[in-house]
């Protein structure tokens, strides 16, 4: 693209390598975007947080189990490039379709997080159920009761004493960037 610009403004040929030679010397290389620009924060962020962690701490001296939920990136199902490695013999990686579109995709994995801050202990269920609400509960039900189908039995309530309550950290928004300011307590 910059030698045809140079061409149409100045009538200099180059080629494509001699650009990205001469960039390469001046100390440019091609790089992926980094996300790093966050944005403005809600003013009241440092707040919420504190807000959470006071509260958090205070659940575990009394024994009150908590637990913070996430989801992850959806990832489409099928025969598809995804971000990565694995281990391979040499010289022969996955072949996998050149082009990714969603329309050809089995359907979508939503990775979902429960982390037991307590135990320090974690626990992943992937549905793909576009409702989140429902996936978060149907994930925090797979993690107390434990998931049969994984072969892990009663994560949560092997982990935690008998219990009226527990304490949950998620955004509300379940998933957006938008920010909140809530905890949320729920009965077991």
């Given at each position: 693209?910059?030698?045809?610009?140079?061409f149409?403004?100045?009538?200099?040929?180059?080629?494509?390598?001699?650009?990205?030679?001469?960039?390469?010397?001046?100390?440019?290389?091609?790089?992926?975007?980094?996300?790093?620009?966050?944005?403005?924060?809600?003013?009241?962020?440092?707040?919420?947080?504190?807000?959470?962690?006071?509260?958090?701490?205070?659940?575990?001296?009394?024994?009150?189990?908590?637990?913070?939920?996430?989801?992850?990136?959806k990832?489409?199902?099928?025969?598809?490039?995804?971000?990565?490695?694995?281990?391979?013999?040499?010289?022969?990686?996955?072949?996998?379709?050149?082009?990714?579109?969603?329309?050809?995709?089995?359907?979508?994995?939503?990775?979902?997080?429960?982390?037991?801050i307590?135990?320090?202990?974690?626990?992943?269920?992937?549905?793909?159920?576009?409702?989140?609400?429902?996936?978060?509960v149907?994930?925090?039900?797979?993690?107390?009761?434990?998931?049969?189908?994984?072969?892990?039995?009663?994560?949560?309530?092997?982990?935690?004493?008998?219990?009226?309550?527990?304490?949950?950290?998620?955004?509300?928004?379940?998933?957006?960037?938008?920010?909140s300011?809530?905890?949320?307590?729920?009965?077991?």
């Amino acid at each position: 693209m910059l030698a045809s610009e140079l061409f149409a403004q100045h009538s200099i040929r180059i080629s494509d390598k001699t650009v990205a030679k001469l960039l390469r010397e001046h100390g440019y290389s091609l790089q992926a975007p980094n996300k790093a620009v966050e944005g403005a924060q809600h003013p009241d962020r440092d707040k919420q947080f504190n807000h959470i962690n006071t509260t958090a701490e205070r659940c575990l001296e009394r024994g009150v189990p908590v637990i913070s939920v996430d989801t992850k990136k959806k990832e489409l199902v099928g025969n598809f490039k995804n971000g990565g490695r694995e281990w391979q013999p040499a010289g022969e990686p996955e072949l996998v379709d050149v082009h990714d579109f969603p329309h050809q995709a089995i359907g979508k994995a939503i990775p979902y997080g429960v982390y037991d801050i307590g135990a320090n202990d974690g626990f992943v269920s992937v549905g793909v159920d576009h409702d989140t609400p429902k996936l978060a509960v149907t994930s925090i039900e797979a993690w107390w009761n434990g998931s049969a189908s994984s072969g892990i039995q009663m994560l949560g309530r092997s982990s935690s004493p008998p219990m009226l309550a527990a304490a949950t950290t998620t955004d509300p928004t379940f998933g957006s960037s938008s920010c909140s300011d809530s905890l949320t307590n729920s009965a077991s």
